[in-house]
Each structure stands twice: as C-alpha cells, then as structure tokens.
C-alpha cells in the first residue's frame, strides 16, 4: 500500500518561503507520477506542480507558480519537495501530494487521476 506523508508547512508572512516534502513508501514498480495539489475550502483542489519518479521533467499547472516555485525529487529518499518563494496570502491553502502509478508520462493535473493522497500539510501567508 502506498502511503504518502506531506511536512513541512507553516506560517509565514507575504514574500517568505516554505519548503514541503513528500515521502513517500510502497512504492512497487519502477515509475509513479506525483503531484502538489492545494486546496481552500469552497473551491476545487487544484494542481501546483508535478514530476515522474526518476525523471528529469519538472510540470507546473501555470505560469504563477513556475516563477516562484520549484519541484524536485530525491529518488534515494523516495520524497518529493516544493520549494516555494516569494509567497502570497493567494497561495493560503492546505497542500496534498499525490501520487499514481505511470507508465506513459506525467499524467497533468487532473486530482481524479491519482490513486494515492497524503493527509496533507497547511500554508497559510499573512499580508
């Protein structure tokens, strides 16, 4: 069974930084497509950033988060991260990793696409 572990959020005040990981465990098979999710209550989770276990291609849902945020993995750890810089009190959320088993490429953003879904891990930026 997969399981997925988010750390690392916090509180921080507009233009700080945060970086969250996800470990991730039982993992079988050579390739898993992972993904940062966020969520605010109200409205739909929505894809932040993403990578292919043991790829080099990063993804990124738009424009505003690939300038001020980074996605990197350490395959030796099995954990993903999410460097994020320059926040805003926008980027407020409860962050999810997630994570499916993939075979053909990084599967984009879609949360009904993965199988497996950490706990997740609270953001919250104040002005």
């Known amino acids: 069974q997969v399981q997925l572990v988010e750390s690392g959020g916090g509180s921080v005040q507009a233009g700080g930084s945060l970086r969250l990981s996800c470990a991730a465990s039982?993992?079988?098979?050579?390739?898993?497509?992972m993904g940062w999710f966020r969520h605010v209550p109200g409205n739909e989770r929505e894809g932040v950033a993403g990578l292919v276990t043991g790829g080099d291609s990063t993804y990124y849902a738009d424009d505003s988060v690939k300038s001020r945020f980074t996605v990197s993995q350490d395959n030796a750890k099995n954990t993903m991260y999410l460097e994020m810089n320059s926040l805003n009190p926008e980027d407020t959320a409860m962050y999810y990793c997630?994570?499916?088993?993939?075979?053909?490429?990084?599967?984009?953003?879609?949360?009904?696409?993965?199988?497996?879904w950490g706990q997740g891990t609270q953001v919250t930026v104040s002005s």
């Open positions: 997630a994570a499916r088993r993939c075979d053909y490429g990084f599967i984009g953003f879609r949360a009904k696409s993965y199988s497996y």
């Open positions: 039982g993992y079988t098979g050579t390739r898993y497509c």
